[in-house]
């Protein structure tokens, strides 16, 4: 694969990094004892067939990788010359206990490593030249497989006064309809998966009943972007009009400027401000406008809802500015700014994984439990799903610092902020397995549990790394670095599994490596 040469261009075109092809020649043999290929036939079909379409690299269309190979690629292209570290990464990933996002399994390894999932964008600038700069970062970031989520409250509303060319905006939907065609024709790795992008609108825009249009399936194709994702971004004073059938005003950012760049309070202030001011563009029922949002997600399953107020006062990167979207699938809450391209660094870990059988080694434990007939003999394993959550949060850290970034401002920020998500997949067959009814009390708690353990393991590991290397560039003035950890921002008291005593006092002592440690991502195939 490193030697591979393209007969049509005339050009060498490897499939393998020169370092990682070195590294593998020179430990070929212990790598290769490592690998166990009947682990290939825990695949389904389905799974099979995911892998061949998509992950397995391939010269001329003919697969050239078995799933071992990938997943030993993908280890060694994380670890390069920590074969150790490479062979647990392997191991752990070939047995199901976790994998890494869908890009590192693409890319790892190759070489143009882009190894981040998702990226988040805010538009640059409400302007000819701010648009098509942001355009361009979103082709370039989807061609290298990189999921996409732009805000653009920024953006001037329909019939607003342009200054210099003296004329009036179109809005946000001829806009929109460009990066339409974009996410369209920029499919991310070469036809592996089609380009994806997200659009982050406030409630409070005037163009706001044009966006919730924008995916129906009926009405004038000129107003319509349908391969585009959307999803709004609401301020806690939207839900307090709906619930009191109050007036929603709605506004050109142009003309009522900073409403997109606060929140809580002073987001409040400013907007009723605007509104003594008589400001708005239009007044409507917010009744109005919220039957209308639940019209659009029965009929497209968008908007997505996230909470403004809610996401900027629950996050550990609050201190950088006002947060202004997530990303693609929204999992993340990130800093961005015209200077700034947020990007996750995602893992998922296979719950189903972690339920054994009492009495029973992990040696010899089977890979697949099935059913609950058999659940009162099985327990989950909290210890195993610390060590693998360790793991993890260590190559996710490596990612960060190896990962091929496709626009400088992604560079910027990752490098600056190091955030990493580790979410978890199947965690409905993981109550099965415990014959646990998913809404009853025992899944509630056991649901808390495993994300109170990941999130304890993965802080853990980033102080220990903060102790070795140093915080991450913008600590100082996060609530971290105040002492305050999220079950302090949500008032809740964390179980006695865990020392937490003893990991705040270390936290006080050092810092953190990493701004963030969960996202509660959707599971990977």
Known sequence: MYMHFNERSGLMAPLVAEDVYAIIMKNASHLDSEIIYDRDFDYDYFGFKTLERSYLLKLCGKVVERPQHMLMRVSVGIHKEDIESAIKTYHLMSQRWFRHALPTLFNAGTPRPQLSSCFLIFMKDDSIEG????????????????????????????GSYIRGTNGTSNGIVPMLRVFNDTARYVDQGGGKRKGAFAVYLEPWHADIFEFLDL??????????????????????????????????????????PGLADCWGDEFENLYKK????????????????????LKAQIETGTPYMLYKDTCNRKSNQQ???????????????????????????????ALPRFVREKGVPLESHPSKLVGSSDSKNRYFDFEKLAEVTSTVTYNL?????????????????????????????????????????????????????????????????????????????????SPVSKGILQPDMWNVVPSNRWNWPSLRETLSSTSQKLSSCCSNAHCFH
Request: aromatic share 10%; net charge negative.
């Open 215 to 256: 995916r129906k399936n009926h009405g004038k194709e000129e107003h319509r972007a349908r391969d585009l994702f959307y999803a709004l971004w609401v301020p806690d004073l939207f839900m307090q009009r709906v619930q009191n059938n109050g007036e929603w005003s709605l506004f050109c950012p142009n003309e009522a």
């Open 274 to 293: 605007y509104e003594r001011e008589g400001k708005a563009k239009k007044v409507v029922p917010a009744q109005t406008l919220w039957f209308d949002i």
């Open 397 to 477: 850290n490596k990612i960060i610092d190896i990962n091929y970034y496709p626009v400088e401002t992604a560079k910027r920020s990752n490098m600056r902020h190091r955030p990493i998500g580790i979410g978890v997949q199947r965690m409905a067959d993981t109550f099965i397995l415990l014959g646990m009814p998913f809404d009853s009390p025992e899944a509630q708690q056991l649901n808390k549990d495993i994300f109170e353990t990941i999130y304890y393991h993965s802080l853990k590991v980033s102080a220990e790394l903060a102790a070795k290397e140093g915080p991450y560039e913008t600590y100082e003035g």
């Open 319 to 349: 201190n950088l500015g006002t947060i202004k979207s997530s990303n693609l699938c929204p999992e993340i809450i990130e800093f961005t700014s015209p200077t700034e391209t947020a990007v996750c660094n995602l893992a998922s870990i």
């Open 131 to 158: 648009i098509y700069d942001t355009l361009k970062e979103c082709a370039v970031i989807s061609k290298s497989a990189g999921g996409i989520g732009v805000s653009i409250h920024n953006i001037c509303a329909t």
